[in-house]
């Protein structure tokens, strides 16, 4: 989807549709809405003064204009009450008002903006309309026989303004919003794809191909290359199947030489049977998304190359899959991690944290001196905080606001749990130093502390998305199936590194 500013006073715009946002018990239009009403013989002034349109949070009415202006056709969209206004808002009803306009075969909207009138900053109305709906109209129907066909995708849309003063921080929001949003499209689809596409070798050739398209530093290691450096942990869960492992570093060195560098570090299982302790068959298909963090790290550096924010990253995944086997890890096996301490496997399904403290040690080795990971880790984590809320653990309270921050900015919710010293006793090892399940009491937790536990003294952030980074049900923002959640976050949180 094409986005860019129009110029155009709104009675002279072609498009096949004109986006008004009302907000709800608005009853008189602006100087510009008025005389379009007075164009359409009072439709739009007879629809919100009959009650047939209220401006309710994403109620949306179509007008046909039948010739008597430019665009075809006129969308009343409800930005619902002025005082709940905020900017997730405008994500929000700008979606509604494209799956509307995409079943009514639109392929061009005109969007007056919506929020500048609240204060809402320019660049924050250009990126938020733009996420709103290039997010909305993301369909994953590749495997569908005919589908593409069938469906109407809305090909461009325009923002309407005609300020000048605003007009380049909302060109950049523009910007900034279609990047984010094309790396959360890249993550959502490196998801939706089943396990027998997406393999860790497919994981690998993507992260070759995002560093090449910016430039960037790309390094792939194999099993060989992950057993010299040690990695027993990650060797431990990828033994079992016969895809080889994959071991991914993508560099981008925006900032100066004695910048902070952040790690970010993302749980690539392409697929999860839970391995020896396998998993129960039903909903075991969803395990082919048990790459969520990982897609998200590769969303978030793809968007670091477009945007080039003047900061230190480095991207690493740890893909590979869990499978049980003749060649498979067991409970009771004892693993030699890369950050020196000796895990017993007390559960294979477990195995997340097993391969991310090995790319943790590996972060730091590569110069990282702040650390988020990010991973579909725990399913207490969907217990505890559902589907729309990612779960935080971490060992730095002013780096966690940070994190805080750069979600709130997203439009992701996030919530951190406690991390008292108390939970680690439930993660001490019998045999070894840790073990690698705490038990089903504080599951969320006790994966997060075992993570913690090779992040050393550095400020180190650990995202839970095992509940967010699918849905079952279709959202507005997001089809059933992979939401992204993530990229937007660590893309925010890079941006705010800059100094
Ligand atoms: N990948 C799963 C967690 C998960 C569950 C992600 C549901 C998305 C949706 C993880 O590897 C896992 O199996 N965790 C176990 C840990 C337990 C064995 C300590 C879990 O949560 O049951
Ligand atoms: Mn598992
Ligand atoms: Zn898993």
Redesign the pocket.
Known sequence: MKASIIKDNIKDIMADALVVGVYEGVKSLNTDLAEIDKQLDSAISDMIGSGAFEGKESETLLIYTLGKIPAKKILLLGLGKEEDFKADTIRKVVGKAVKQLEKSKADTAAILPIGLDKNIPPETVGRCIVEGAMLASYKFNKYKTGEEDKENNLEEIYIVNTDNSTEDDMNEGIKTGSALANGTIMARNLINEPSNVVTPEVMADKAMEIANKHGLEVKILEREDIEKLGMGCFLGVAQGSDKPPKLITIKYFGGDKNDEVLGLVGKG?TF?S?GI?I?PSSGME??K??MGGAAAVLGAMDVIGTLKPKANVIGIVGTCE?MPSGKAYKPGDILNSMGGKTVEVL?T????RLVLIDCIAYALKEGATKLVDIA?????C?IALGSTTTGLISNNEEFVEDVKVAAEKAGERVWQLPSYPEYKKLIKGDWADLK????REA?TIT?GLFLGEFAGENPWVHMDI??T??TSDSKIGSAKGATGVGVRTLYHLVKSMEK
Not at 349 to 352: F, I, T
């Open positions: 299982l999860d839970g302790s998993k969803e395990m998304g048990d869990n559960n399904d477990a195995e997340g579909t880790l725990t399913g207490a969907v690698n399940s705490g038990g599951g994966a095992a509940g980074s699918m």
